[in-house]
């Protein structure tokens, strides 16, 4: 996760994190995989859906913070993103 703090703290906007609202109401939030979440990390009083187009989240960090906060969004913001990929095996020589 360090590595997407530092690239949220260098984005003026933050980044999309693939976690995108699955009701019209405030919640709940699920991956755009169908993966189940454990963790979130939303700023106090976020998500609001504000103006009842925030259905996307993105995470965003300033140097102040040890953490990324999530905030939601209109999802047509054209903002960098994040992916997952699973670690790089290395065979020994």
């Known amino acids: 996760m360090n590595?997407?703090?530092a690239l949220a703290a260098n984005m003026d906007a933050g980044v999309w994190n693939g976690y995108k609202r699955v009701t019209k109401h405030k919640r709940p939030f699920a991956w755009v995989d169908g993966t189940p979440t454990k963790y979130e990390s939303w700023k106090k009083g976020?998500?609001?859906n504000?103006?009842?187009k925030e259905d996307c989240a993105y995470m965003y960090?300033?140097?102040f913070l040890s953490r990324l906060e999530w905030n939601d969004n209109n999802c047509v913001n054209?903002?960098?993103?994040?992916?997952?990929r699973n670690d790089c095996y290395y065979p020994p020589d």
């Open 3 to 5: 590595s997407c703090t």
């Open 46 to 48: 976020e998500p609001n």
């Open 78 to 84: 054209d903002w960098g993103y994040v992916c997952e």
């Open 50 to 52: 504000a103006k009842g």
């Open 61 to 63: 960090a300033h140097e």
